[in-house]
């Protein structure tokens, strides 16, 4: 029905970044709150960062000032720019929408995804 799909993952030396994205598809009416969620191993999924369809955004305390989320919503797609990376910030990073389908149903969809490695 709705299905997201990540990219961008990789390795990469702390103080270094990446950027993530995320496409939705499917059967889409309209999207609306899309965020980024992460687990480290061992631990549980973290909020990130989330950004309404009115481009309002909230970011976790640990990531503020580094992390920048953007969407576009012409191409039902979210972004994670992550700047001045930490070992801590390595995860699996997953990406998350909530999305008014035309069948009138409210999904909440989740990506399969993206590791993201900060190690030296």
């Known amino acids: 029905q709705v299905q997201l799909v990540e990219s961008g993952g990789g390795l990469v030396q702390p103080g270094g970044s990446l950027r993530l994205s995320c496409v939705a598809s499917?059967?889409?009416?309209?999207?609306?709150?899309m965020a980024w969620y992460r687990q480290a191993p061992g631990k549980q999924r973290e909020l990130v960062a989330t950004?309404?369809?009115?481009?309002?955004?909230n970011y976790a305390d640990s990531v503020k000032g580094r992390f920048t989320i953007s969407r576009d919503n012409v191409k039902n797609m979210v972004y994670l720019q992550m700047n001045s990376l930490k070992p801590e910030d390595t995860a699996v990073y997953y990406c998350?929408?909530?999305?008014?389908?035309?069948?009138?149903?409210?999904?909440?969809?989740w990506g399969q995804g993206t590791l993201v490695t900060v190690s030296s």
């Open positions: 499917g059967s889409i009416f309209r999207v609306n709150v």
């Open positions: 998350n929408a909530v999305v008014f389908t035309r069948s009138l149903e409210t999904v909440d969809a």
């Open positions: 950004m309404s369809d009115a481009v309002s955004t």
